[in-house]
């Protein structure tokens, strides 16, 4: 019985040093020194004002200014008071129609506002036709 609860011991000792050794491989030190330009992970509209702007470091990256970056407020989304927002299309990407034994389903790929293309999502063409006419002119 001693010699089991020891041979558990030294796989669970192993398993550790092996899952430190992974992480110790992707973890890299960040530093920062006053007046370094840096970018959140999570970017916050201007509403988010009175939020604390203290970050944990790990939320932050080292940023190179590029002039491309700048975002207009009137492009970001307006949050509800929930902090939640609605989700609106942009443009129909593909189409596709799924037959099945008695029918067939016509479905839309959508690129939503805020999203990028690989983000892009297959709905059901009739209900975005109903919600959102104005993509199918």
């Given at each position: ?69 700048i975002i207009h ?57 109903e919600k959102y ?5």
């Amino acid at each position: 019985m001693i010699e089991i609860v020891r041979q558990i011991r030294e796989r669970i000792k192993e398993d550790q040093d092996r899952q430190k050794s992974y992480a110790d491989v992707r973890r890299t030190d960040l530093q920062f020194e006053a007046r370094d330009k840096v970018f959140l992970k999570i970017g916050l509209p201007p509403s988010f004002g009175k939020v604390h702007n203290v970050f944990h470091v790990s939320q932050l990256r080292k940023y190179v200014f590029d002039p491309n970056h700048i975002i207009h407020q009137e492009e970001m989304m307006i949050l509800n008071p929930n902090l939640s927002y609605k989700e609106k299309p942009e443009a129909i990407l593909g189409r596709k129609v799924q037959e099945l034994r008695n029918k067939s389903i016509a479905s839309v790929k959508v690129r939503w506002r805020n999203h990028g293309v690989e983000e892009a999502t297959w709905e059901l063409e009739d209900k975005m036709r109903e919600k959102y006419p104005e993509l199918f002119e």
